[in-house]
């Protein structure tokens, strides 16, 4: 069955600085697609990344940018300069088609401290 | 564009009650999904809609639990009769379905909480 571990229950870090987030999974599958979606307090969760596991290179938007180590089954997300809209919580996930079921990490609580 | 609505956004009933949540997605999209994340745990998938067949229910996790699409639009998701351990937030989320973009749209959750 496939798992995705997110060791970090809460983190801190400075505006203006560069975190990073980690996430590891478990799947026997060669194709398969991973999420980071962020739930700002008492907002609905959003998508901030998306990564399909052919693609070699890493996804970015904007200051958010992953790091995709297949063979380790590693998927961590940096935020760049930070920002206090970057608080939130942030989950980790993978989805085998894309648009089929999504399984979620535990999350990851990460503050922004001005 | 309406975003993923849901309600009640909060719920406070006794153990042995009836509570439905109601879900509705973004217009025009076929896929619609229902999750739990009770407190301190993962998010965990309950069951996926396409168009108002189930295409998996894999999730739910007793007979308590019923779940609804007729028509093919908004949702409804029963627990009868709620037990203390069915306390959590309930999230809805829908996708277009075209095509594998993986991106689902959340609503913000109905929080359960059973007395």
């Known amino acids: 069955a496939q798992t995705v571990t997110q060791s970090q229950p809460e983190m801190s870090v400075q505006e203006a600085e560069t975190v990073t987030l980690s996430c590891t999974y478990d799947?026997?599958?060669?194709?398969?697609?991973l999420f980071w979606y962020k739930q700002p307090p008492s907002r609905q969760m959003i998508l901030v990344i998306r990564?399909?596991?052919?693609?070699?290179q890493n996804a970015t938007e904007n200051r958010f940018s992953v790091n995709f180590q297949k063979a380790a089954k590693s998927f961590s997300l940096k935020i760049s300069d930070s920002q206090l809209g970057d608080a939130a919580m942030y989950f980790c996930?993978?989805?085998?088609?894309?648009?089929?079921?999504?399984?979620f990490g535990k999350g990851t609580r990460l503050h922004i401290l001005p | 564009e309406a975003g993923v609505t849901q309600f009640p956004s909060h719920s406070v009933i006794e153990k042995g009650q009836t509570v439905t949540l109601r879900c509705d997605p973004i217009?025009?999209?076929?896929?619609l999904y229902w999750y739990r994340r009770v407190m301190g745990k993962e998010i965990k998938f309950l069951l996926h809609?396409?168009?108002?067949?189930?295409?998996?229910e894999s999730g739910m996790p007793n007979n308590r639990f019923l779940a609804e699409r007729t028509g093919g639009t908004y949702s409804t998701l029963k627990v009868q009769p709620a037990e203390l351990e069915d306390s959590g937030v309930y999230f809805c989320?829908?996708?277009?379905?075209?095509?594998?973009?993986?991106?689902?749209?959340f609503g913000e959750g109905s929080r359960l909480t059973v007395l």
């Open positions: 989320a829908s996708s277009s379905g075209d095509g594998h973009t993986g991106e689902l749209f």
């Open positions: 996930a993978y989805s085998l088609h894309g648009d089929d079921k999504i399984i």
């Open positions: 799947t026997s599958e060669s194709d398969y697609y």
């Open positions: 809609f396409v168009k108002e067949s189930k295409q998996d």
């Open positions: 217009s025009g999209h076929d896929n």
């Open positions: 990564q399909e596991a052919y693609k070699q």
